[in-house]
């Protein structure tokens, strides 16, 4: 499997909060991003096994509802509880968790089936039917996939 392919122009809040937030660089909205507690911006969130605790969402986790163009541009971001729909081209099944994703440059929202040995498995979402995910906070800094 892979990422959810997410369509920019169908993303859109349907409840929940979002806050605002000052982007630590280059961010597109669909993005899970993390809170940077040092430097109080938000970044692509990671779960690699070479990630560390913060790019894993040890100081927070959101999706982005906007997107940044460069560090230091605001940003809107949906916190947990938020509903959100993704778009047909995701098409994120109901019941199905999503994971913050291990590939690439961060930011990907991945199934439970990506998430592999030694990864950091940190639930982002659940699918809720009609192409649409439920935000969730579930953090462990221990809970590395064995």
């Given at each position: 499997?892979?990422?959810?392919?997410?369509?920019?122009?169908?993303?859109?809040?349907?409840?929940?909060?979002?806050?605002?937030?000052?982007?630590?660089?280059?961010?597109?909205?669909?993005?899970?991003?993390?809170?940077?507690?040092?430097?109080?911006?938000?970044?692509?969130?990671?779960?690699?096994?070479?990630?560390?605790?913060?790019?894993a969402?040890?100081?927070?986790?959101?999706?982005?509802m906007?997107t940044?163009?460069?560090?230091?541009?605001?940003?809107?971001?949906?916190?947990?509880?938020?509903?959100?729909?993704?778009?047909?081209?995701?098409?994120?099944?109901?019941?199905?968790?999503?994971?913050?994703?291990?590939?690439?440059?961060?930011?990907?929202?991945?199934?439970?089936?990506?998430?592999?040995?030694?990864?950091?498995?940190?639930?982002?979402?659940?699918?809720?039917?009609?192409?649409?995910?439920?935000?969730?906070?579930?953090?462990?800094?221990?809970?590395?996939?064995?």
């Amino acid at each position: 499997m892979t990422d959810l392919a997410i369509t920019t122009s169908q993303v859109a809040l349907v409840s929940g909060d979002v806050d605002p937030g000052i982007a630590g660089e280059a961010i597109t909205l669909g993005q899970i991003v993390y809170y940077n507690e040092v430097t109080g911006q938000w970044l692509k969130a990671l779960a690699s096994a070479v990630a560390t605790a913060a790019q894993a969402g040890a100081g927070g986790l959101g999706f982005a509802m906007g997107t940044a163009i460069a560090a230091g541009h605001r940003i809107g971001i949906a916190k947990p509880g938020a509903i959100i729909t993704l778009g047909a081209a995701a098409a994120p099944a109901a019941g199905t968790y999503y994971f913050v994703s291990p590939a690439g440059t961060g930011g990907g929202i991945a199934p439970a089936a990506d998430i592999l040995t030694t990864m950091k498995s940190v639930a982002i979402a659940v699918g809720i039917g009609n192409n649409q995910i439920m935000l969730c906070r579930v953090y462990n800094g221990g809970a590395v996939k064995p």
